[in-house]
């Protein structure tokens, strides 16, 4: 069992920033992969970026160049640093976790508000 704790949420301005935190505890060694959703009122959660337990990284075309993921892999934590924000990055964002077997894990998620 894995668990993942988000933290980093927040209200901001359009063009602001902010760095969202997932801490994972528990079978940590299975992680191969960690990535950030976001899901905004209305629509179907989508795959914000993730990053795999090699180092790749990938994002989805409307947060490349705004948004960074990385990791510490000695705190088992990942982080989305979010910047130039904009009013449609308003979501709440959860983080999602793979490991082998193949199994998921969520975490509980957090707001990201962006005013215009």
């Known amino acids: 069992q894995v668990q993942l704790v988000e933290s980093g949420g927040d209200l901001v301005r359009a063009g602001g920033s902010l760095r969202l935190s997932c801490a994972a505890s528990?079978?940590?060694?299975?992680?191969?992969?960690m990535d950030w959703y976001r899901q905004a009122p209305g629509k179907q959660r989508e795959l914000v970026a993730f990053?795999?337990?090699?180092?790749?990284?990938n994002y989805a075309d409307s947060v490349k160049g705004r948004f960074t993921i990385s990791r510490d892999s000695a705190k088992y934590t990942v982080y989305l640093q979010m910047n130039r924000l904009k009013p449609e990055d308003t979501a709440v964002y959860y983080c999602?976790?793979?490991?082998?077997?193949?199994?998921?894990?969520w975490g509980q998620g957090t707001q990201v508000t962006v005013s215009s």
């Open positions: 990053i795999t337990s090699q180092g790749n990284t």
């Open positions: 528990g079978s940590t060694s299975g992680i191969t992969v």
């Open positions: 999602h976790a793979v490991a082998i077997p193949m199994s998921v894990y």
